[in-house]
């Protein structure tokens, strides 16, 4: 009888081992898939020195105006696409002509040109 | 002055197709599954979940509703091929973008926009300038 309870324990924890197993895994898989992500830190692009890059990065990558873009904290483009999931564009740099950022809004691009009549 | 142009995204179409279907060579594309490359050919190691497809009308000497005119002539004769892109789960949008300080005006008459809402195209406004 005792042999026998003993029996079912082990059955019993074999099959949470199992279940947990198959939770771990399938947690991974799950991870794995949604792995591409901004990093922390990614801010978004109207709030970092690329927000005069913001139109021509947009352009050249085929975001819609409702697609978020970001910048994460190494430099690199990340949009999101229309189901949610995002995409690593790689360095901002690749995206603009002088490989820096323009870091001007239209009201300062407007001061330049004033300036430079 | 206004950028106009259109964008089709769509989970899994090739590219190619939209090209043909719409008679015009794309100003960005990339299809679903691809690596994805910089315009500096840097491979950032990810992969386009999305095929992306967009033109704008590039020619400066022409106004922001003759630009409209022919983006609409363009969405028209690819009426077939907008419809399947929105049955599928894809996304067609017309884009209005502004990004200088200057004065710019644009309109979607009433014609237009039965148009766009029959094909399920979006219209996206994006204004850049301060």
């Given at each position: 009888m005792e042999s026998h309870s003993l029996l079912e324990l082990a059955v019993d924890t074999l099959h949470v081992g199992l279940v947990y197993a198959g939770r771990l895994a399938e947690n991974a898989m799950h991870s794995q898939s949604n792995s591409s992500v901004p990093p922390p830190g990614s801010l978004p692009i109207n709030e970092t020195p690329w927000s005069g890059d913001h139109g021509s990065i947009k352009k050249q990558v085929g975001a819609s105006p409702a697609d978020n873009v970001k910048i994460d904290p190494d430099g690199n483009v990340w949009v999101q696409n229309p189901d949610g999931s995002w995409t690593d564009y790689g360095p901002?740099?690749?995206?603009?002509g002088s490989g820096?950022?323009?870091?001007?809004r239209g009201k300062d691009r407007k001061k330049e040109a004033v300036h430079n009549v | 002055m206004f950028d106009i142009g259109i964008l089709i995204q769509h989970p899994s179409i090739d590219p190619d197709k939209i090209t043909a279907g719409l008679c015009a060579k794309p100003t960005s594309m990339c299809r679903s599954g691809d690596r994805v490359v910089t315009p500096k050919g840097r491979e950032t190691g990810d992969r386009h979940r999305w095929t992306s497809w967009s033109y704008f009308?590039?020619?400066?000497?022409?106004s922001s509703n003759e630009k409209i005119r022919l983006i609409l002539k363009k969405i028209q004769d690819a009426a077939s091929l907008i419809s399947i892109v929105s049955k599928e789960g894809g996304k067609a949008t017309l884009i209005i973008r502004h990004d200088s300080s200057d004065y710019a005006n644009c309109e979607l008459n009433p014609e237009a926009l039965t148009l766009l809402a029959r094909l399920s195209v979006t219209v996206g406004f994006e204004v850049f300038a301060e």
């Open positions: 901002a740099s690749d995206y603009t820096k950022p323009d870091g001007k | 009308e590039s020619d400066d000497s022409l």
